[in-house]
């Protein structure tokens, strides 16, 4: 996401403008050392030692909610559930959703993409049209 590139600013309202829909979600790592005892629960699928963090931006690539601390080891869909029960946590009204990535799973305010269909800006970028499918 390029929030400071003040010519993609503005993507998510342009190409996400549905009614609802109140910005995008997904997790990241970030490597960390820790005690030797304790890297097992730290490590990665890739076998980097890290934490896992969730991000959560409005329609105009602002973060508007960061949950740190979830060893690099729990799943996506773990530490979004985790989010969602804390007391001054993510919020969802009713009738609005977020748009997470296909590594979270369909659930009540949370919108994931068709597995197969290829939703990559470039192609509207380029006025190719819509995504297409794969073959």
């Not at 890297?39 to 890290?50: E, I, L």
């Not at 748009?99 to 949370?110: I, M, Q, R, S, V």
Request: hydrophobic share 30%; proline share 4%.
């Amino acid at each position: 996401m390029h929030a400071g590139d003040g010519s993609r600013q503005h993507t998510l309202t342009i190409y996400y403008n549905v009614d609802g829909c109140l910005g995008a979600l997904d997790g990241t790592y970030i490597d960390v050392r820790v005690p030797e005892h304790e890297k097992g629960r730290y490590r990665t699928r890739k076998d980097h030692c890290a934490v896992n963090v969730l991000g959560v931006c409005n329609p105009n690539l602002q973060f508007i909610y960061i949950l740190i601390g979830w060893e690099g080891s729990a799943a996506d869909s773990r530490v979004l559930r985790d989010a969602i029960h804390r007391l001054n946590g993510l919020r969802v009204p009713s009738g609005s959703y977020y748009l997470p990535d296909n590594g979270y799973t369909n659930a009540k305010g949370f919108l994931i993409p068709y597995i197969g269909v290829r939703y990559h800006l470039r192609e509207w970028d380029r006025g190719a049209g819509e995504p297409k499918n794969r073959g």
